[in-house]
């Protein structure tokens, strides 16, 4: 056990770096490291440049900027620990997503602004908070670091990190750790932390169904002859039964902890219209983040302002699936497929075009550095983590977990759910932000005490 003094210690420390980190935080933000648009690149690379010097700045001596082939500016960087500790990777991201429409936000994007308690601005939160926290972590250790570090800060995390699996491959060894801590997720709110144990994968088809040789009069046609939108409306409702769950069959199902997420936290989260239900049985947790999901995401049909009085011959659509942890993404998108060729009334030609796909991710919660992970968590935000699935996959995670089978993954973060990641007055709640970069902190501490593998 640790002398009660050595955390008072640590905390103080942690107190101290504090409004530097901030400042740097603030100056990432100033920086629009958007990786989706093309314009930006020359912000990628100053933005990359920043983050390498400030993991310098903080004793992590060879951090650097690296790219793979024509791959967003990523920095990578490492520091030895004492003899005998084990290596904790340190994940977070510089890129961020579009701004959106500036009539949106009530504060300038790239200028970080502070009211009531959050600090607003693109990148604030998803994911220059968690550099920051990795800076606090390594700051309030300063030179007496307890274990060794390696520091990934990925710059394609917002455009589906087209190239991590080569550079994962590429790095190879340089990314072998003993402990991974992915910053880059949620909290249960803001009073209580979480650790993201479970991920959703994903499945995609593209479907297309063809009635007509071409397009014909729909007085002179219609009644007979059938009209290839309205059967891929058909086939697409088929998708849900009539209370809402997925009908495809062979899916994967598992269980959630419930929590205490209610129907009305949710609908306000989502912003779901007044009387809009919601779908599906089982918990509301269990819905989403063990459980199957299916959402058309776009179809390819005359627009309604060019619409005219035509059975339309040819129509197509994007199907995109969740599928829980545990399934196997081929064989669902194979279910889905299926289902959607079964399912093509008045026998209709179809065809299904397979898309991407994306693993699930469940592991073990229980090992050591999980241990260390909850006691940081707990002494924290003085209240103990709740494990949390994500309905969505993280690419890192998944391709990680592949390459470096014995690592213990930890999935933290710094938002609460108000961020609004992605949306317009994305946030950082600064007082959880504080709680990160003390976990963070104690964190490192307690895993010194762990063996290498
Ligand atoms: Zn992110």
């Not at 049985?281 to 060019?306: C, E, F, H, Y």
Request: net charge negative.
């Amino acid at each position: 056990m640790t002398a009660p003094h050595l955390d008072l210690d640590l905390a103080e420390a942690v107190r101290q770096v504090l409004p530097s980190v901030r400042a740097d935080l603030e100056r990432l933000v100033r920086i629009p490291s958007v990786s989706a648009d093309p314009a930006a690149a020359p912000h990628m690379e100053s933005s990359a440049a920043e983050v390498a010097a400030l993991l310098r700045q903080a004793g992590v001596a060879g951090a650097e900027v690296t790219t793979l082939g024509n791959s967003r500016p990523a920095v990578l960087g490492h520091r030895p620990g004492p003899p005998g500790t084990p290596t904790v990777l340190l994940y977070a991201h510089h890129d961020v997503q579009p701004p959106g429409k500036r009539a949106d936000w009530d504060s300038d994007p790239f200028e970080p602004t502070e009211r009531h308690g959050r600090l607003y601005g693109r990148g604030a939160a998803d994911d220059k908070a968690g550099i920051a926290v990795h800076l606090a972590a390594l700051r309030a250790h300063g030179d007496r670091l307890p274990v060794g570090v390696t520091v990934l800060v990925e710059g394609e995390e917002e455009i589906g990190s087209p190239t991590l699996a080569q550079f994962l491959q590429a790095a190879g060894h340089r990314l072998k750790a003993d402990v991974v801590v992915f910053a880059d997720s949620v909290n249960w709110s803001a009073e209580v932390p979480a650790l993201t144990t479970t991920l959703r994968g994903g499945a995609s088809v593209t479907v297309e169904v063809a009635t007509l040789r071409h397009g014909v009069h729909s007085g002179l046609f219609g009644g007979p002859v059938p009209d290839a939108l309205t059967v891929l409306c058909r086939m697409l409702a088929g998708l849900h039964d009539e209370r809402g769950d997925v009908a495809v069959a062979g899916l994967a199902r598992g269980h959630a902890d419930p929590l205490d997420l209610t129907g009305s936290r949710l609908r306000a989260e989502a912003g779901l219209l007044e009387g809009v239900q919601l779908i599906g049985t089982g918990s509301l947790t269990g819905r989403l983040w063990a459980a199957p999901a299916i959402t058309v995401t776009g179809i390819d049909a005359p627009p309604v302002g060019a619409a005219s009085n035509t059975l339309i011959p040819a129509a197509r659509a994007k199907v995109s699936m969740r599928i829980a942890p545990g399934d196997d993404p081929i064989r669902a998108r194979e279910a889905l497929a299926s289902h959607l060729r079964a399912h093509a009334p008045w026998g209709a030609r179809v065809t299904v075009e397979p898309g991407a796909l994306a693993a699930p991710y469940a592991r073990r919660a229980d090992g050591p550095a999980y241990a260390a992970a909850r006691a940081a968590l707990a002494q924290a935000w003085g209240s103990p983590a709740v494990d949390i699935g994500a309905g969505g996959s993280i690419p890192f995670v998944t391709g990680y977990a592949e390459l470096f089978g014995d690592a213990e993954i930890l999935v933290t973060g710094v938002e609460d759910p108000d961020t609004r990641a992605h949306g317009a007055n994305e946030s950082l709640h600064l007082a959880t932000f504080e709680r990160a970069c003390l976990a963070e902190a104690l964190l490192l501490r307690n895993l010194a005490g762990r063996a290498t593998s």
